[in-house]
């Protein structure tokens, strides 16, 4: 097949690229269109004819929330076919043309439920390209518009999107499938006094006139598509690398990423070159839904990591490591999430592990077997939603955004560490990333892969391994690597000998860490008394941290013993970040009983117009939220 055939040549593109260079175009995106077409959230049928290029010419308005402009689509016809299917929800489709000049016939199909519509445009045998000219509609899911208020200036309007996983297509008439890559170029033109950036090429500084222009080389899908148009500043960190970010942040973003380029280079080390030129950091306002998004060579993040200490940063770690898994090598559908999520989890540890020691990487690891066991435990020991492959069918993907494909994902290659050992694991994985770059690959594909060049025949190794009861099977199996933390275990100590009554001031916690704190919050009992809350809070002063995921636990705790001192700061806090990792477990703590569901519902009609879309779905299902 064509998506094999090129893997030599493309490794070969591979080494070839240098951390301070820009890199080569790859000018022939791999797309296995026999697993793109079995993709169930998508209309296209890349079979038949799929897209390789994209030009965008957008103009951004924040007036009226939109954007609007042309989508230039360059195609290949593979059976000389006469239609072309595109993904298309919330779009306002104006006039299509071909190549030729010629207007053509289009329909747009009823819409489904997650998916929108089917956009089928007639072409010719002969066609090579499509002109879309649309608009967005304000409410456009992928795209957040930000009011001055809402922002850390509090002088200019802000705006970013955020595609992952099917909400491309709310911005963008595409193939909004992850296992159909393409090239893309772009110009874009906002208001003058803000900059553009996109998961392309960047400029590092303001243009007068507003007028943007990008160019991404490599092939993505179109989950990794994002722009974001703000007041922005920019601090270079490395030949390859730096930071984004409003200008009242963009010192402390400096700081707390300082350790970037060891990353990258402590990455490489590990699992080869960089491929992408440029690794930089965007840091968004506070209502970003996620912690990080692996946007090829600019990581959307969310402030929420500053905390001051550098003590976050492992989230960079992860965004980083998606270069090479997810969008190197990209999971070919949905269902097959894991193969993004659980090599990202695992390679970020082993970046962690390089750069701050071993120490420091199994207090991570611990904490996330933690999450990963409650998770189980609230989706059932048996539950199908906790196998590793997926079945989405009729569901959105976002419900695959779970700790199943993050946490069990990473903790599946670690026991195939453990069972071959780290360097024939390196040697394997090194492989697979230089022979499915720029690629796709799905569960089945990666089975028969790890048969072929790992196990090879050794039934033994099979068995030890154990992989069917990792992908297929619920729950943890029973090979699951077992974790332990010589640093946890002081904060361990510590809760036990606070719960058995030892004053919160006599507790030694010097040299502590985030992880430390949060260990110890997840250990001292759901239920503190008022006594002990109010110990923990005038010795540590939790309920005025400036460290989002120490006040995370420390609101649930307050709600389950209601600490009302602590509310008013939780109400802020819940007002101005719109991480739905901390938005979730708070606003279920308060629904657990009447009085916090009328606390929580309150909260949530005043909070919910500056949360993401993501976001929103997510909390108006927990709240019972009706307009």
């Known amino acids: 097949m064509k998506y094999f055939s090129n893997f030599l040549i493309l490794s070969a593109l591979i080494i070839q690229y240098s951390c301070n260079e820009s890199p080569k175009a790859v000018t022939d995106p791999i797309n296995d269109t026999n ?14 004819a799929v897209v390789k290029h994209l030009k965008l010419d957008l103009t951004v308005d924040f007036d009226q929330k939109i954007l609007h402009g042309s989508a230039l689509l360059e195609i290949e016809n593979k059976n000389s076919g006469t239609q072309l299917h595109l993904d298309v929800r919330q779009l306002n489709i104006e006039r299509i043309t071909l ?65 992952q996983a099917i909400l491309a297509r709310t911005w963008i008439p595409l193939q909004d499938s992850p296992g159909i890559k393409f090239t893309y170029e772009a110009t874009i033109k906002c208001p003058q006094e803000l900059m553009a950036l996109m998961s392309a090429e960047n400029d590092t500084s303001l243009h007068a006139d507003g007028v943007y222009s990008f160019k991404m080389p490599q092939p993505v899908p179109s989950y990794l598509m994002a722009l974001s148009v703000g007041n922005l500043d920019f601090r270079s960190l490395g030949d390859n690398c730096g930071v984004f970010a409003e200008p009242a942040l963009i010192e402390k973003s400096a700081w707390e990423f300082a350790d970037l380029p060891q990353m990258i280079s ?37 402030p929420t990591i500053i905390s001051g200490d550098r003590s ?60 990963l066991k409650e998770t ?32 069990k994902g990473r903790f599946f290659l670690t026991a195939i560490e453990e069972i071959v050992g780290r360097p024939t694991w390196d040697a394997f994985l090194n492989k697979y990333f230089s022979e499915h770059a720029w690629g796709t690959m799905d569960t089945k594909g990666f089975i028969a892969y790890l048969e072929k060049e790992l196990i090879k025949g050794d039934d033994s190794l099979r068995t030890a391994i154990n992989m069917d009861a990792w992908i297929y099977g619920p729950g943890l199996p029973s090979n699951c690597p077992e974790i332990t933390s010589i640093e946890l275990e002081k904060a361990d100590q510590a809760a036990t000998t606070f719960k058995e009554g030892t004053p919160a001031a006599k507790i030694d916690t010097s040299g502590w860490t985030t992880h430390h704190w949060l260990y110890f919050l997840r250990t001292i009992g ?21 460290n989002s995921e120490i006040l995370c636990e420390w609101y649930i705790h307050a709600i389950n013993t209601n600490y009302t001192i602590a509310y008013p700061s939780m109400e802020k806090f819940l007002k101005k970040v719109g991480r739905r990792k901390f938005l979730k477990p708070i606003f279920l703590a308060m629904v657990a009983t009447d009085e ?21 779905q997510t909390l108006d299902q927990i709240t019972g939220y009706q307009q």
Do not use: C
């Open 35 to 48: 697993m793109a077409s079995k993709d169930i959230h998508s209309f296209a049928k890349p079979d038949e």
């Open 99 to 163: 190549d030729d000049g010629t207007e053509t016939e289009f329909t747009i199909g009823d819409p489904v439920k997650y998916l929108g519509s089917d956009l089928s445009i007639a072409i010719k045998p002969t066609t090579e390209s499509v002109n879309i000219e649309y608009s967005t509609q304000p409410e456009a899911l992928a795209l957040q518009w930000l009011s001055p208020e809402q922002t850390e200036g509090k002088e200019h309007p802000f705006l970013f999107t955020q595609s």
């Open 596 to 616: 916090g569901k009328l606390m929580a519902q309150r909260i949530y009609n005043e909070a919910r117009p500056g949360y993401h879309a993501v976001s929103v």
């Open 526 to 546: 759901d239920h503190p008394t008022t006594d002990q809350m109010n110990d923990l809070d005038q010795t540590f002063g939790f309920t005025n941290s400036g």
């Open 266 to 302: 402590s990455a490489e080390e590990l699992y080869g070159p960089y491929a992408w030129g440029r690794y930089d950091l965007l840091v968004l306002p506070p209502s970003f839904p996620f912690g990080g998004m692996e946007n090829p060579r600019i990581t959307f993040a969310t």
């Open 376 to 407: 189980i435990a609230e989706m059932g020991e048996t539950s199908t939603e906790t196998h590793l492959y997926l079945e989405l069918k009729d569901k959105d993907p976002d419900d695959g955004v779970t700790d199943i494909a993050y946490e």
């Open 312 to 371: 976050l940063v492992a989230l960079v770690a992860h965004e980083l490591a998606h270069s090479w898994s997810g969008n190197l090598v990209t999971n070919a559908t949905w269902n097959d999430f894991w193969l993004n999520e659980g090599f990202t989890v695992y390679f970020e540890t082993r970046i962690m592990e390089k750069i701050y020691g071993k120490d420091y990487a199994d207090m991570l690891t611990m904490l996330s077997l933690m999450d």
